[in-house]
């Protein structure tokens, strides 16, 4: 198993709240230091109203009116990865309450891919500097007295980095909960067998590591849940559990992503992520519009 370029502070027990935005399936955490008012806002949610067009803020309403009825501080809005199913309200949350804005360094990777299928031309910057911070596989950065750690796990898309803060780890869409499996590969810059060694990474933290999902589906009916542990996950996670080797999960894998349909929401949700969750410049008359590329997806 794949080693981790860090001990984590297994006796940091940070405060997390998470907002679970129906819609997408999506589950958006603040994290907050037990010992300070800092905190962070991890893989917020924009609604979108797709056939009509209509772009609105509840949900990041309701984060933002949780940070300040806490009296927090807000310093970083991290992005775990492009989202191809949600659109980021991290701009929307830091004009209002601050911080700073982080997401891995391949995000350059997905900017010259989607650059290139959206037509975007030479003004769009293709270099992450829509972002405040780049991570790099075992940087760290400050959540008031605590010490977040940053792991690349790609596999689901090139960008995908999984933040470990105390006993806390936040995987994006590495891995779901342990009936839930794991992520599709087959984006572009996916890959089954890249997504199985990030797999590996976060398995090799401490058993006890609680471990927070992106994304639950509430498979077979149950409730929604977004809270395990690398235990759980060793023993019970439907794809990668009980010792599941490397070229039996890329069969499974490559073979259920060729069932799969596209999010219903890809084509919004790549345009304005990989903006770092802004809309497209308006047009002469004052218009935003977003682009659909056909057959380019």
Request: contains cysteine; charged residues 25%.
């Amino acid at each position: 198993m794949t080693t981790i370029p860090f001990t984590p502070d297994m006796t940091l027990r940070p405060e997390v709240t998470a907002f679970f935005d129906a819609p997408t399936n999506t589950i958006s955490y603040v994290v907050k230091d037990p010992k300070s008012l800092s905190c962070a806002v991890i893989d917020s949610v924009m609604d979108i109203d797709y056939a009509a067009g209509r772009i609105t803020y509840d949900g990041a309403d309701k984060i933002i009116a949780f940070i300040t009825e806490q009296g927090l501080k807000l310093e970083w809005l991290i992005e775990t990865h492009v989202h191809a199913d949600h659109l980021s309200a991290a701009p929307y949350i830091q004009s209002k309450l601050g911080g700073k804005l982080g997401i891995g360094e391949n995000i350059v990777t997905v900017q010259e891919t989607f650059g290139k299928i959206f037509n975007e031309g030479t003004e769009f910057q293709r270099d992450g500097s829509q972002f405040d911070r780049l991570f790099k596989d075992g940087d760290s950065y400050q959540i008031g007295g605590m010490t977040a750690r940053v792991m690349h796990t790609p596999g689901h898309t090139p960008a995908c980095m999984t933040h470990t803060i105390g006993d806390a780890s936040f995987v994006g869409d590495t891995l779901f909960m342990p009936d839930g499996g794991s992520a599709r590969a087959d984006f572009p810059g996916g890959d089954a067998r890249t997504l199985y060694r990030s797999i590996q990474r976060v398995l090799a933290l401490p058993r006890e590591m609680r471990l927070f999902m992106c994304h639950d589906y509430g498979p077979n009916g149950r409730d929604i849940q977004w809270e395990t542990t690398v235990g759980d996950e060793i023993d019970h996670n439907i794809h990668v559990g009980k010792g599941t080797d490397e070229d039996s999960f890329v069969a499974m894998r490559e073979a259920r992503d060729a069932t799969l349909t596209m999010p219903k929401l890809i084509i919004p949700s790549l345009q304005v992520n990989m903006r770092a969750g802004q809309l497209p410049p308006k047009d002469e008359d004052g218009k935003t519009f977003l682009k659909v590329p056909i057959n380019g997806l």
